[in-house]
């Protein structure tokens, strides 16, 4: 079975750094059509084509791959279309704390020296990044991104598509909107809604997002 990386940008070499321990990664796959990644080559690997290549693929024999860029809308997009044709793999870097008790979906990516306590639920397709702290019982939507060195308290609630930006704190028994964005550095103490930008200490709707 061939194992390939959706995506050729940042995220993309992030993942292959840790998945290269486990499975010989085939290529990189250019999902935006991004003329920057034309014959780009990251420490030998190639970027090998993009997603026409993959359906062509496809018919001829099985592949595994985990998508790997930031925008929560489109990887869920590439996500729902390759569910049930593809087998997703997790990425989960070694340095990070994982509790047993832990619920992971499918195509999750973990960074280094995060800590997920117990009772947690990662949905599918879902970033967390690395140094991020997500304590017991929280649930964690798919297709979320979850920032770098971000503190998510027990009992938190994010839905879906949601955005937590870097060094963010979110305290205890919040719920947070589905498709909403809390700006890096914000303090979260009270629910936010769907579909809004929060931002600041303590963390105020800014704007309502299309
Ligand atoms: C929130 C964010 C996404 C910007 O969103 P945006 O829709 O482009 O918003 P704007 O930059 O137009 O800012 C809107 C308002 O929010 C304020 N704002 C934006 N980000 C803020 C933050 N983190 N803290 C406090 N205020 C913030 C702006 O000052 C602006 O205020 P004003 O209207 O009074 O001038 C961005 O600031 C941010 O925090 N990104 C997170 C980056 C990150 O985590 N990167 C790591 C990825 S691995």
Do not use: W
């Not at 014959?39 to 993959?54: A, E, M, P, R, T």
């Not at 308290?153 to 719920?175: L, M, Q, W």
């Not at 809604?193 to 704007?207: E, I, M, R, T």
């Amino acid at each position: 079975m061939k194992t390939l990386i959706l995506g050729a940008g940042d995220q993309a070499e992030v993942a292959y750094h840790i998945l290269k321990n486990k499975f010989e990664i085939s290529g990189f796959i250019d999902i935006f059509n991004n003329p920057e990644f034309n014959n780009k080559v990251y420490q030998d690997i190639k970027v090998i084509g993009n997603l026409n290549d993959i359906n062509q693929l496809l018919k001829i024999e099985q592949i595994q791959v985990h998508i790997a860029f930031g925008d929560n809308h489109y990887r869920k997009k590439i996500f729902l279309q390759y569910k049930n044709k593809v087998k997703f793999i997790n990425v989960l870097h070694s340095t990070s704390f994982l509790h047993e008790q832990l619920t992971l979906g499918e195509n999750v990516f973990v960074g280094p020296k995060t800590i997920i306590n117990n009772d947690v639920l990662i949905g599918d397709n879902t970033i967390i990044n690395s140094g991020a702290i997500i304590e017991h019982g929280c649930i964690i939507g798919a297709h979320t991104s979850i920032g770098p060195g971000v503190n998510i308290a027990g009992n938190v609630t994010i839905d879906e598509s949601v955005t937590i930006g870097i060094g963010a704190t979110v305290i205890d028994d919040i719920k947070i909107g589905k498709g909403s964005i809390i700006g890096a550095g914000s303090t979260v103490i009270n629910d936010i809604p769907d579909n809004v930008l929060a931002v600041g200490s303590p963390a105020k709707v800014k704007k309502t997002l299309k």
